[in-house]
């Protein structure tokens, strides 16, 4: 019996410890999971903290775009005033040359229309008629009216046409020269002449005044073309002779030259290897006029997103403008977004500052631009820069400078 009981007691203690065992390796289990989990939420919470941050800096870029949003659509209410306040105006000029054109037609056909002649042509014409009585026999079947009546005269619109045309700025004043009469000659100091005039006959007085108001014949002149001022481009010098003054902008003791386009086709890939981890470096852009560019003192180690620099500046050493080497600092609120070079395929190459940029294309393409850089630099106007706001043009050659101190 007691053998009995002790085997029960047995039994029951084997079972109890197989629960245990159980018990424990299902703890172990769960200890493992949550483990597991912690990891998990560790990394979760590093992934947070990157993408907070990310997110933090796509929140300031949404924030910049609304409020360039909301300049462009003050700048296309303001455009629509000034596109209002044209129309108005053209409206008012072709109203006025309307009535320019009628009032100036009535007077033409009214000259021509009723033209008179003078007291001195109708007795030049009685003279005429009275001392020149040809006959037929002498002048064949020819006779001169005895008679000589003024008619209604009309123009014809291919005349009309030609008057309209007519502008005293062709008569020059090597052409013909203004009469002058004993009224209205006047001396250098604006004194009225009249002594020449004095003691003559009206005769001799008429031929005084017939003598100086005779046409003179047109002085032979240079060729329209050759009075044209011919504009032609500056011829752009070297980099090199700049390199003093851009050593003393950087403080630096050398430049060197890491990149330059000319000396093989261009390529994006090569030009984004050159200049990946770099920094202090002068990017200068050269058009058909123009020597230009800007200064990023912080290194370059991603793409596709704005980089900033404490150093930055832009500058131009020879433009149509001006061949005084000059640079400008941004202002205080467009000092953080600064370069960005963007990695997609498009003729974009890099632009610089956010708001008021540079945008600089792919060489030998027409995309790059300056657009209202003014607003992001300080004593800059936008059209003072390299003289070309808002209008695209093409880079003939990129070159990037690295300085060391």
């Not at 498009?346 to 632009?351: C, F, G, K």
Request: hydrophobic letters at 30%.
């Amino acid at each position: 019996m007691q053998e009995f009981v002790e085997c029960e007691n047995y039994k029951t203690f084997k079972e109890n410890l197989e629960n245990f065992c159980e018990d424990t390796k299902q703890l172990e289990n769960e200890i493992s999971d949550q483990s597991y989990i912690r990891i998990q939420i560790n990394e979760h919470e590093k992934d947070e903290n990157y993408f907070q941050k990310e997110l933090n800096e796509r929140k300031e870029k949404i924030v910049l775009d609304e409020i360039a949003l909301k300049d462009l659509k003050q700048l296309l209410e303001v455009i629509k005033t000034i596109k209002k306040s044209l129309h108005e105006i053209c409206k008012l000029n072709d109203r006025y040359l309307l009535t320019s054109k009628t009032k100036f037609n009535q007077d033409v056909e009214l000259i021509m229309t009723h033209f008179q002649p003078s007291t001195s042509q109708q007795q030049s014409s009685k003279k005429l008629k009275k001392n020149h009585q040809y006959s037929s026999t002498n002048f064949g079947a020819f006779k001169f009216p005895l008679e000589i009546h003024t008619t209604k005269r009309k123009i014809n619109p291919e005349m009309i046409s030609s008057i309209k045309k007519l502008d005293m700025n062709h008569l020059t004043a090597d052409i013909i020269e203004q009469p002058q009469t004993a009224r209205t000659a006047e001396s250098k100091n604006g004194i009225e002449i009249e002594e020449k005039y004095k003691g003559k006959t009206l005769k001799q007085s008429t031929d005084i005044l017939n003598s100086s108001s005779k046409l003179k014949p047109r002085r032979r002149s240079r060729s329209m073309a050759s009075e044209v001022p011919i504009i032609t481009t500056p011829k752009l010098k070297g980099i090199e002779m700049y390199y003093e003054t851009l050593k003393q902008w950087n403080q630096a003791q050398s430049l060197n030259i890491i990149y330059d386009s000319s000396q093989r086709p261009f390529n994006k890939n090569e030009f984004t290897h050159l200049i990946t981890n770099k920094s202090s470096l002068f990017f200068i852009f050269q058009t058909q006029s123009d020597l230009f560019g800007f200064y990023f003192g912080s290194s370059i180690s991603a793409f596709d997103k704005y980089l900033s620099d404490d150093h930055h500046f832009i500058f131009t050493l020879q433009t149509s403008l001006s061949n005084v080497p000059t640079r400008w600092f941004p202002s205080a609120k467009r000092s953080k977004y600064i370069l960005n070079i963007p990695f997609s395929s498009s003729p974009i190459l890099l632009r610089v500052n956010y708001k008021g940029c540079i945008v600089i294309g792919y060489p030998n393409i027409e995309a790059s631009e300056v657009l209202d850089i003014g607003s992001s630099y300080k004593n800059l106007k936008s059209d003072s820069f390299i003289g070309r706001n808002f209008s695209k043009f093409s880079i003939k050659n990129i070159i990037i400078l690295q300085s060391q101190n």
